[in-house]
């Protein structure tokens, strides 16, 4: 342990006996699963405890949030890891019910039901966690060959049938009241609350059985997502995408003021040769203190060409969003897009939300000619034909896409022109590197005639990308 750490402990005595080593066992569990939990925040997780009420699971949780948490992408993996390692009752492999034949031949699971849905339309958190612990026991247990127990929230929800609940829920209520539009949304939003608290009591006591019986770091590491920014584009449920959405204009904010730095604090400009042997007089002639010219860093204009088609959709997307919300760091941002064809969606973008304008160039712009299917080639030609002559030694060339072109003509000779004329031309592709040239992919022959063409699968890559040519 470090010396910090030592300090922070001998502060005071510890508030119970193992928490802190369960503390630090928390973060190491945080780090492993990407979220930026560095030492100083262990420390002040340490620092927090005597200033919470420790049996007060709820203040505990939020008071370790607020000190280790930095990025809210990261709340997610933070409350399922929490759950693990505070769990609402205390871990003890002993303390697992042991159901009997007998008990299994008492429980009466249509008696459950009925007590459940009491009990729900009751809105008593209490009640509500012990009734979710007596369905993982009765309906989620499953004894293996070697005697072990071991228990599966699929078993549990196969049994308790949600949807049927929050019916059962509705017509109780309306059988007692005629109810307003108003009043049954309300009331339909209590009872969907409701539920999510049984599902994550359920969840939460499937995970501390699994803890008691396999131990706390094993469960950690076997259930945590990796953090959303992590993410493959290519895999992304709708709250995945509606998660990123929510992160690209902070992180364009924090992107451009690191640019910025970089630009301001960056190296000198040239030699400057008659200020530095003006100045190498008082040395006698011995340029000692050699002076530069002023550095003048250029914003870069930069052309941005991507394949929207279905396979790359959701790369393009965030691309798109990120490179948008980071306008005012290019002299010029033009955009074109392409399916089997190519046109300039530059005029969606200048007004209105990214968002909106990503929707409308799906709608409005002319990406298809022929069949629908992506064809590199014929979109590459046809903007070096409409285009070519505005791409200048100061401009950046930005092409997205799988370079998977359906076994079509390539025109490698395009970007081979393009990168004479232009100050630098890359290519993201969000495939694995092992697949590119595999199939009816040609990115090694389009690699050839680019500056470099990066992997990017998701918006961590993409981030250290942007900055890199900003």
Same mark, same amino acid.
């Given at each position: 342990?470090?010396?910090?750490?030592?300090?922070?402990?001998?502060?005071?005595?510890?508030?119970?006996?193992?928490?802190?080593?369960?503390?630090?066992?928390?973060?190491?569990?945080?780090?492993?699963?990407?979220? @930026?939990?560095?030492?100083? *925040?262990?420390?002040?997780?340490?620092?927090?405890? &005597?200033?919470?009420?420790?049996?007060?699971? *709820?203040?505990?949780?939020?008071?370790?949030?607020?000190?280790?948490?930095?990025?809210?992408?990261?709340? $997610?993996?933070?409350?399922?890891?929490?759950?693990?390692?505070?769990?609402?009752?205390?871990? +003890?492999?002993?303390? !697992?019910?042991?159901?009997?034949?007998?008990?299994?031949?008492?429980?009466?699971?249509?008696?459950?039901?009925?007590?459940?849905?009491?009990?729900?339309?009751?809105?008593?958190?209490? %009640?509500?966690?012990?009734?979710?612990?007596?369905? #993982?026991?009765?309906?989620?247990?499953?004894?293996?060959? @070697?005697?072990?127990?071991?228990?599966?929230?699929?078993?549990?929800?196969?049994? /308790?049938?949600?949807?049927?609940?929050?019916?059962?829920?509705?017509?109780?209520?309306?059988?007692?009241?005629?109810?307003?539009?108003?009043?049954?949304?309300?009331?339909?939003?209590?009872?969907?609350? $409701?539920?999510?608290?049984? !599902?994550?009591?359920?969840?939460?006591? #499937?995970?501390?059985?699994?803890?008691?019986?396999?131990?706390?770091?094993?469960?950690?590491?076997?259930?945590?997502?990796?953090?959303?920014? *992590?993410? +493959?584009?290519?895999?992304?449920?709708?709250?995945?995408?509606?998660?990123?959405?929510?992160?690209?204009?902070?992180?364009?904010?924090?992107?451009?003021?690191? /640019?910025?730095?970089?630009?301001?604090?960056?190296?000198?400009?040239?030699?400057?040769?008659?200020?530095?042997?003006?100045?190498?007089?008082?040395?006698?002639?011995?340029?000692?203190? &050699?002076?530069?010219?002023?550095?003048?860093?250029?914003?870069?204009?930069?052309?941005?060409?991507?394949? #929207?088609?279905?396979?790359?959709?959701?790369?393009?997307?965030? %691309?798109?969003?990120? /490179?948008?919300?980071?306008?005012?760091?290019?002299?010029?941002?033009?955009?074109?897009?392409?399916?089997?064809?190519?046109?300039?969606?530059?005029?969606?973008?200048?007004?209105?939300?990214?968002?909106?304008?990503?929707?409308?160039?799906?709608?409005?712009? *002319?990406?298809?000619?022929?069949?629908?299917?992506?064809?590199?080639?014929?979109?590459?030609?046809?903007?070096?034909?409409?285009?070519?002559? @505005?791409?200048? &030694?100061?401009?950046?060339?930005?092409?997205?896409?799988?370079?998977? =072109? =359906?076994?079509?003509?390539?025109? !490698?000779?395009?970007?081979? @022109?393009?990168?004479?004329?232009?100050?630098?031309?890359?290519?993201?592709? &969000?495939?694995?590197?092992?697949?590119?040239?595999?199939?009816?992919?040609?990115?090694?022959?389009?690699?050839?005639?680019?500056?470099?063409?990066?992997?990017?699968? =998701?918006?961590?890559?993409? !981030?250290?990308?942007?900055?890199?040519?900003?």
């Amino acid at each position: 342990m470090s010396d910090q750490l030592s300090e922070v402990l001998r502060e005071g005595p510890p508030p119970l006996d193992g928490l802190l080593q369960r503390v630090l066992d928390f973060v190491q569990a945080l780090r492993r699963a990407g979220v @930026d939990a560095t030492q100083a *925040e262990a420390i002040d997780a340490f620092r927090v405890l &005597p200033h919470v009420e420790l049996l007060e699971r *709820e203040q505990l949780r939020e008071a370790l949030a607020a000190v280790i948490v930095t990025s809210q992408i990261h709340r $997610r993996a933070f409350d399922d890891l929490f759950d693990v390692y505070f769990p609402a009752r205390h871990a +003890d492999a002993d303390d !697992t019910p042991m159901v009997t034949d007998e008990d299994v031949d008492e429980f009466d699971p249509d008696e459950y039901m009925q007590e459940l849905l009491e009990s729900l339309m009751e809105s008593g958190d209490e %009640t509500i966690r012990q009734m979710a612990r007596i369905a #993982v026991d009765r309906f989620g247990r499953v004894e293996g060959r @070697d005697g072990g127990v071991s228990y599966f929230q699929y078993k549990v929800f196969r049994a /308790v049938d949600m949807r049927q609940l929050m019916r059962d829920m509705m017509a109780e209520v309306a059988d007692e009241e005629e109810l307003s539009d108003l009043q049954e949304r309300l009331y339909r939003d209590e009872f969907e609350a $409701r539920l999510r608290t049984f !599902t994550q009591e359920i969840e939460a006591e #499937v995970r501390r059985r699994a803890a008691a019986a396999r131990g706390a770091d094993q469960v950690a590491d076997r259930m945590t997502r990796p953090p959303v920014e *992590e993410l +493959d584009f290519f895999h992304l449920s709708a709250e995945d995408q509606a998660q990123l959405r929510a992160q690209i204009r902070p992180l364009a904010r924090k992107l451009a003021t690191r /640019v910025a730095v970089k630009r301001k604090h960056g190296k000198d400009g040239r030699l400057d040769v008659r200020k530095t042997v003006r100045q190498s007089l008082s040395t006698g002639g011995v340029p000692f203190d &050699p002076a530069f010219k002023p550095r003048k860093p250029h914003r870069p204009e930069l052309f941005v060409i991507c394949d #929207v088609s279905g396979s790359v959709a959701s790369f393009a997307r965030f %691309t798109l969003m990120l /490179v948008h919300s980071l306008q005012e760091q290019f002299s010029k941002v033009r955009s074109f897009a392409f399916i089997d064809t190519l046109d300039e969606v530059t005029s969606l973008f200048e007004q209105g939300e990214v968002t909106d304008a990503i929707k409308r160039m799906m709608s409005e712009a *002319e990406l298809v000619w022929l069949d629908g299917h992506s064809d590199y080639g014929h979109s590459l030609e046809r903007f070096h034909a409409e285009h070519a002559r @505005d791409i200048t &030694p100061r401009a950046t060339v930005l092409i997205l896409g799988d370079a998977r =072109n =359906n076994y079509r003509q390539a025109n !490698t000779w395009v970007l081979q @022109d393009l990168e004479r004329r232009a100050r630098r031309v890359f290519w993201l592709n &969000p495939e694995p590197i092992q697949f590119w040239g595999t199939g009816d992919s040609i990115a090694p022959s389009y690699g050839r005639f680019v500056q470099d063409m990066v992997e990017v699968r =998701n918006l961590k890559q993409l !981030t250290k990308f942007v900055e890199r040519i900003a």
